[in-house]
């Protein structure tokens, strides 16, 4: 491949966070400086020869006219012109990187009717998209599926709404994940009811956890729309404040709410044992 290709834009050389070039590798940068230097090197030696001053006048002439050439124009240009080529190995690596699989968390709420998890698996497949795990909660009118997908990295969180909608999805929702989402769910929640079982008042993180939701203030004044919407639950404690969690756009399940609810049991069970005389 020629080293005369197209540059690619800035905005595709530079890094998104602190918004420099890779550093190109040394044999590249090496052989950039030679095509940089070599030509000006042959200049100033060619003009220089046929003058008649002295051999010492003649060295420090070639050392500083050739540096300062180098240093100021020829490099700069050179870096500018060979920039795609410079850079090649870590484009490629970004690349890569960015077609790697993503992995995404989905929820979406389907018919209580046979086949309509099928339904949802083919479009997803339709666009390479893989179903690593699958959890069912049954509500009114449906079931609400949490997915945790395994995605090409080419991807956008468009293109999985998308899938989901087509494949008879309703209130969809996708955030990018981790590799811990693929946690076993039980495993998960008997961790969580271990730690509250060992100091309850980590129940307000357990179960914030737990719901993947947010804990807010009880006596924080929330919309009326939340409360409809069933984006917000209160569970009792042993205190005197509820635990207030919220979950904006993603309403809580019966099943989620009962989670809550035992987990908030345990705690209780758990201080009125270390309280009671």
């Known amino acids: 491949m020629s080293?005369?290709?197209?540059?690619?834009?800035?905005?595709?050389?530079?890094?998104?966070?602190?918004?420099?070039?890779?550093e190109p590798t040394k044999l590249r940068l090496m052989l950039a400086s030679v095509a940089a230097t070599l030509?000006?090197?042959?200049?100033?030696?060619?003009?220089?020869?046929?003058?008649?001053w002295p051999l010492a006048v003649q060295v420090v002439l070639l050392a500083v006219v050739s540096t300062a050439l180098v240093i100021w124009v020829a490099e700069?240009?050179?870096?500018?012109?060979?920039?795609?080529?410079?850079?090649a190995p870590a484009l490629r690596r970004r690349r890569e990187l960015g077609l790697a699989p993503a992995l995404w968390r989905a929820r979406a709420t389907l018919a209580d009717t046979p086949g309509?998890?099928?339904?949802?698996?083919?479009?997803?497949?339709?666009?390479?998209v893989n179903i690593l795990s699958i959890?069912?909660?049954?509500v009114r009118g449906g079931v609400v599926d949490e997915l945790v997908l395994s995605a090409p990295g080419g991807?956008?969180?468009?293109?999985?709404?998308?899938?989901?909608?087509?494949?008879?999805?309703?209130?969809?929702?996708?955030?990018?994940?981790t590799p811990l989402a693929l946690a076993d769910a039980p495993t998960r929640a008997l961790s969580l009811a271990a730690q509250v079982a060992a100091a309850p008042a980590e129940l307000p993180y357990a179960a914030a956890e737990l719901l993947s939701a947010q804990r807010v203030p009880a006596e924080k004044a929330l919309p009326d729309a939340w409360h409809a919407a069933r984006t917000v639950l209160k569970v009792p404690t042993?205190?005197?404040?509820?635990?207030?969690l919220i979950r904006p756009g993603v309403p809580f399940t019966p099943a989620e709410e009962a989670r809550a609810a035992r987990l908030a049991e345990l705690a209780e069970v758990v201080e009125r044992q270390r309280t009671a005389p």
């Open 3 to 22: 080293i005369f290709t197209h540059t690619p834009p800035p905005s595709e050389l530079a890094c998104d966070v602190c918004g420099r070039y890779p």
């Open 39 to 52: 030509p000006i090197e042959l200049g100033a030696n060619a003009l220089l020869v046929g003058t008649h």
């Open 76 to 87: 700069p240009g050179v870096r500018r012109l060979f920039r795609s080529w410079l850079h």
């Open 116 to 128: 309509a998890l099928e339904h949802l698996t083919h479009a997803l497949a339709g666009l390479g």
């Open 135 to 138: 959890q069912a909660q049954p």
């Open 155 to 177: 991807l956008t969180e468009a293109d999985l709404l998308d899938a989901l909608a087509d494949g008879g999805g309703a209130g969809t929702r996708v955030w990018p994940t």
């Open 238 to 244: 042993p205190w005197d404040a509820p635990l207030v």
